[in-house]
């Protein structure tokens, strides 16, 4: 039990489908990520909620669009994906204010896209 | 910016073999330094850390240590197990109100009975 839970765990959609994907935490933290993990390429960090607030958007396309309506829950809406974009997507909470750079991570989403 | 280079894997060993896994850094300022496990199926985990040079994280046997002449932090064991086998990555992390975390390609281990 890492604090951090991912709904679903795998998901598989077509291109035209919308889905999301949910994120909680119950460790009492005040920021939130998500990142994209794929093969052989460095985490990337797609978006940061802090007070959830949105702090960081990095160039992420806009058919994926985050949400936070609170501190602890965090979804990532899923729109007219493209199969490049089948990834684990991670989500991870960290005490916001605090500059110890340790993430608490959930086990991913796994997505698929046909 | 920051960045990260690791070895590429994947890394092979037999067990209670002796690990490297090399790690180097670019960044601005005086960055932390951290190495993430992580499980097959499971999301990444902090394995140790080091805030300033010639600090020495460790914990279940593995060691780092933060070297700024080299801007290196090599993850090191003395004896590996087959639970060892797992993604290992390296990774720093800038000032700021939140966690602004540079993250490695990771480096696979796996290691034989």
């Known amino acids: 039990e890492t604090g951090v839970t991912q709904t679903p765990r795998h998901l598989v959609m077509g291109m035209t489908n919308k889905k999301s994907l949910k994120c909680e935490q119950h460790?009492?933290?005040?920021?939130m990520y998500w990142y994209k993990q794929s093969a052989k390429k460095p985490l990337e960090l797609m978006f940061v909620?802090?007070?959830?607030?949105?702090?960081e958007n990095n160039s992420v396309p806009s058919r994926f669009s985050p949400e936070c309506p609170n501190s602890s829950h965090l979804f990532l809406h899923l729109h007219t994906l493209q199969p490049e974009d089948s990834a684990l997507y991670l989500c991870a909470s960290s005490p916001q204010g605090f500059d110890t750079g340790e993430l608490f991570f959930g086990e991913g989403s796994r997505l698929t896209v046909l | 910016g920051n960045s990260v280079t690791q070895m590429e894997g994947p890394v092979t060993l037999s067990e209670e073999a002796f690990l490297t896994i090399n790690c180097t850094y670019t960044?601005?300022?005086?960055?932390?330094l951290f190495w993430y496990v992580q499980y097959p199926g499971e999301g990444l985990q902090l394995l140790l850390k080091a805030t300033k040079a010639d600090d020495k994280g460790s914990n279940k046997g593995f060691e780092a240590t933060y070297r700024k002449e080299t801007t290196s932090f090599h993850l090191e064991k003395g004896s590996v197990q087959v639970s060892d086998s797992a993604v290992y990555f390296c990774?720093?992390?800038?000032?700021?109100?939140?966690?602004?975390?540079?993250f490695g390609t990771g480096t696979k281990l796996q290691v034989i009975p």
């Open positions: 960044a601005t300022g005086y960055p932390s």
């Open positions: 990774a720093l992390s800038g000032s700021g109100g939140y966690q602004k975390v540079t």
């Open positions: 460790l009492g933290h005040n920021a």
């Open positions: 909620y802090s007070l959830e607030e949105r702090v």
